[in-house]
């Protein structure tokens, strides 16, 4: 059974700061893995898609890497800004249609 | 980018109705369309897939005919929850995927739906 855990569930960090999310999953065969920013009571916004075959994306202030073989990818978020709160979502895409998303990371970037 | 709407953005019915979510993707041709349910501070849960012109795939415990979802033409796709109960008060949002590319998803806006 694919599942997709994300760690820590809620972090708050100070402006400025460097910070490190965390995804995990059980199942390597995956299609590719995308992060996404959800504001309360809005949809997704996609940050970076990370194909199988791939170790990282970069996109301005975000990276995120990959690894397969371990099961993990992480979100690294340089000079965090207020604007940065929001709960970021790691989602996994299996076999093309099957997309498993963790539960989140609530980020709190205080000024 | 590629855009997904979602019409309408929120709805309040009443129990025992029916209410219909439409999901368009507004410049580009989806050939798959996805319907998610999420709770609040909950993570989103897939609840069916819909392929163009074809019947939906829906998920283990996901009611299909409680869930009606149609296909119709490769830039819309159509949720109705019939006889709506409070419970189903939930946030639901779609996603299309580009009949060509890298397989990345791109969502629409979520619909809150209240049933009273």
């Known amino acids: 059974k694919q599942e997709v855990t994300q760690i820590p569930a809620a972090l708050s960090v100070p402006e400025g700061e460097n910070l490190v999310l965390n995804c995990s999953f059980t199942d390597s065969a995956i299609y590719n893995l995308q992060w996404f920013r959800q504001d309360p009571g809005k949809g997704l916004t996609s940050l970076l898609l990370i194909q199988s075959s791939q170790r990282e994306q970069t996109s301005g202030r975000l990276n995120a890497s990959l690894d397969k073989s371990s099961g993990r990818s992480t979100l690294y978020i340089a000079a965090s800004q207020p604007g940065d709160s929001a709960t970021y979502l790691c989602a996994v895409l299996y076999n093309f249609n099957k997309f498993y998303f963790g539960s989140g990371t609530k980020l709190n970037v205080k000024p | ?116």
């Not at chain 2, 410049?27 to 319907?35: H, N, R």
């Not at chain 2, 995927?97 to 998803?105: D, F, I, K, L, V």
């Open chain 2, 1 to 116: 980018g590629a855009v997904v709407s979602q019409h309408p953005s929120w709805v309040i019915c009443k129990s025992g109705t029916s209410v219909k979510i439409e999901c368009r993707s507004l410049d580009f041709q989806a050939t798959t369309m996805f319907w998610y349910r999420q709770f609040p501070k909950q993570s989103l849960m897939l609840m069916a897939t819909s392929n163009e012109g074809s019947k939906a795939t829906y998920e283990q415990g996901v009611e299909k005919d409680k869930f009606l979802i149609n296909h119709a033409s490769l830039t819309l796709s159509t949720l109705t929850v019939t006889s709506a109960h409070p419970e189903d008060s939930s946030f639901y949002i779609c996603s299309a995927r580009e009949a060509s590319g890298a397989g990345e998803q791109y969502f629409g806006p979520g619909t809150r739906l209240t049933v009273t």
